[in-house]
């Protein structure tokens, strides 16, 4: 079997084009009766095919309980006259409350709904809404709701939120943050924005923190040849260096020195590396593609975490991408497959004549 070069080609994903990561954000305020939120776009579904949705997932921003106002959550088709595309059309088809006493109603929290009145047949792509907004008892006292949604950076993300205010929808300016349940266990969300996540980390670390080396564990789902990687990183200053190193369980593969002073500002930026050789990754091998601080200045990696390991399902990359950590090169102990840090690899090639080669990144 031979190799077929895959200039431009990234794995898992690549955030390399953009200055800064996406993070969540909690602008989308709901606080007078009438007013209603929206997240739009067209389904992903991992697998490829039919499914019925079944729950709806997502996470709360702020939330004040002042006087006692409940909420529906619904599906709805969009809008065929709307002024913008994702504007949904306020039919509720399939709809689940959220009393105010549900002891999951709370600020900055993960929320998995009670099952929709009906389940929605769906097929991958499909276009559809989730609304938020107070049902019929209306807007209570000085309450307010607020959904998490993700930041837009650098026109990676296409926008699918809206924001109905004094009768009037607008497109929000952020993207979805929401995980579809289907009645088989499995997960979806809108392609325009596969990443879903319960919140977002920056850690400080050194050569003397504990751990002193974080990682993305990983195995590649075919063989494939790494030419280089990229990892999310804000370096505390000048002299805070790093290394970005592949590793094979605890055997060192590909090592990349950065020099802080290099990239001018503190600023979190995605970091871009190429490795001195390119590197043969097969499957059923785990591998962990490490960021590794070489001074006591401070360095912050950025890493993600779900709600459950399950939702990394759509996220690029899949279940077999994951946190884990080590301290003063011993073992990689500090396993989390609900996180993961923030980072990838350039692909030269893959395997030619590989029916796994035909797996969708």
Request: glycine share 10%; net charge negative.
């Amino acid at each position: 079997m031979s190799w077929v070069r895959t200039p431009g080609l990234y794995w898992p994903y690549d955030w390399g084009h953009q200055a800064l990561p996406p993070a969540l954000v909690t602008t989308a305020v709901i606080d007078a009766t009438g007013e209603k939120f929206s997240m739009a776009g067209s389904l992903y579904i991992p697998d490829n095919t039919a499914k019925s949705i079944e729950r709806i997932q997502f996470r709360f921003g702020a939330v004040t309980k002042a006087g006692g106002s409940a909420l529906t959550v619904s599906l709805q088709n969009l809008s065929a006259a709307a002024a913008f595309p994702t504007e949904p059309d306020e039919v509720q088809d399939q709809t689940v409350a959220i009393a105010n006493a549900d002891a999951g109603f709370v600020a900055n929290t993960w929320y998995r709904t009670g099952t929709l009145s009906a389940n929605r047949s769906v097929n991958p792509g499909d276009l559809l809404a989730v609304v938020w907004e107070y049902d019929g008892g209306g807007r209570l006292g000085a309450d307010t709701v607020t959904i998490s949604t993700w930041s837009i950076v650098g026109g990676a993300n296409a926008p699918g939120n809206a924001l109905k205010t004094g009768g009037t929808w607008a497109a929000h300016g952020s993207c979805p943050n929401v995980l579809f349940e289907f009645s088989d266990g499995t997960f979806g969300t809108f392609i325009q924005n596969r990443l879903v996540a319960l919140s977002t980390t920056a850690s400080n670390m050194n050569s003397g923190s504990g751990p002193d080396e974080r990682a993305m564990e990983f195995t590649v789902p075919f063989p494939m040849k790494a030419s280089g990687a990229w990892y999310i990183v804000a370096p505390g200053g000048a002299s805070a260096d790093f290394q970005i190193r592949l590793y094979e369980g605890t055997t060192l593969l590909q090592n990349v020195d950065v020099e802080a002073d290099y990239l001018i500002s503190t600023a979190a930026r995605v970091v871009r590396v190429s490795f001195a050789s390119e590197q043969i990754l097969v499957p059923g091998v785990t591998y962990y593609l490490a960021l590794r601080p070489t001074t006591a200045n401070n360095l912050a990696g950025q890493s993600m975490t779900l709600n459950a390991a399950g939702h990394f399902a759509v996220w690029p990359g899949g279940t077999a991408c994951y946190f884990n950590a080590r301290q003063d090169s011993g073992a990689w102990s500090n396993q989390n497959t609900a996180a993961r840090m923030l980072c990838g690899l350039q692909i030269a090639a893959i395997q030619q004549g590989n029916p796994a080669s035909r797996v969708r990144l």
